[in-house]
């Protein structure tokens, strides 16, 4: 069965967010190194349950004020790909944040999985 091109356009505008993202992020390796400073800290304070929009305001705050130089900004529509990188490395803290679907995120795990199953 064919995926519909309304599902297959929302399939590539997820993917265009995801390269973008990954772009920015092998840019600015500083950034994840503070989301997991930060996000172990609560860990290891036994949280259980954290906002990454905390850990990433959190970040905000560190380099905004607590820096000096050029301004730093970090665009809201990666916060929620810094949170599915935790959990897929360190899958034993992936509860830390929840997390809900992203806009054509669900029909690229069923592509995935359709690849995996037609490659065996």
Sequence with gaps: MEPSPYKSALHQDFLARKQEWWEWH?????VWKMFERFSFEAVNRGRKKISHWLIMNRIR????????????????DYIAFYARLWKAKYPEHAELFNTKKMIGE???EKVQTQNLVNSN
């Design 26 to 30: 092998q840019k600015n390796p500083d």
């Design 106 to 108: 669900e029909y690229e």
């Design 61 to 76: 705050w560190e380099t905004a004020i607590l820096t000096t130089g050029s301004d730093f900004k970090i665009n809201n």
